[in-house]
């Protein structure tokens, strides 16, 4: 695959990016990710985002027991040719190099975050055991939580506008 890089950045000439290549890359504000050695670079998240972003944070860590933690907005380094960046992740604290337990991502409603299919087949084969996707709409967000079965993400809840979600993965906490 070719990605092109703006800016000083070189092209990759027509080979897939690696992760070392990504982490040498100037950083200039916008995210920058790979997905199967293809570079994504996509604005940094809008203010809307990052207010939605932080209050999930602040929802799951109020609930988070010892030994986990919250991060947001990690990158995330899947393989040599993927790291991808969630908007919020719980890892086991002191097994941050293991497969997050919880990866959350946020999106414009009526669109899945750049590459869903694949993000969610990367985040599978690593072993993330829950996928969180909410879909940014001012009156009725909605959140999509999928489960590891076999493999593969199983849609196990929705929650649409104020609904309360009570995840018991990977601890229980209830979300608005």
Do not use: N
């Not at 960046?85 to 946020?106: K, Q």
């Not at 969180?132 to 993400?153: H, I, K, M, S």
């Not at 506008?161 to 601890?171: D, I, K």
Request: charged share 25%.
């Amino acid at each position: 695959m070719t990605a092109e890089i703006s800016g000083d950045r070189q092209a990759a000439k027509g080979r897939p990016v690696t992760a070392d290549e990504l982490a040498r890359m100037p950083r200039d504000g916008d995210r920058h990710e790979l997905l199967d050695g293809e570079l994504m670079i996509s604005p940094r998240p809008s203010a809307l985002h990052q207010v939605v972003a932080a209050r999930l944070s602040g929802m799951l860590a109020g609930s988070c027991p010892e030994g986990m933690s919250v991060l947001p907005s990690p990158a995330i380094r899947l393989s040599r040719s993927t790291v991808l960046t969630a908007d919020v992740t719980v890892v086991r604290a002191r097994a941050v190099t293991e497969a997050p337990l919880l990866v959350g991502e946020i999106c414009a409603k009526g669109q899945g975050p750049a590459g869903a299919d694949r993000r969610a087949a990367a985040y599978a084969s690593f072993g993330v055991w829950s996928y969180w996707v909410l879909a940014l709409d001012a009156r009725w967000p909605e959140l999509t939580v999928f489960e590891l079965a076999d493999g593969r993400y199983e849609r196990v809840a929705r929650a649409v506008g104020g609904e309360v979600f009570r995840a018991r993965q990977p601890f229980f906490a209830e979300i608005i």
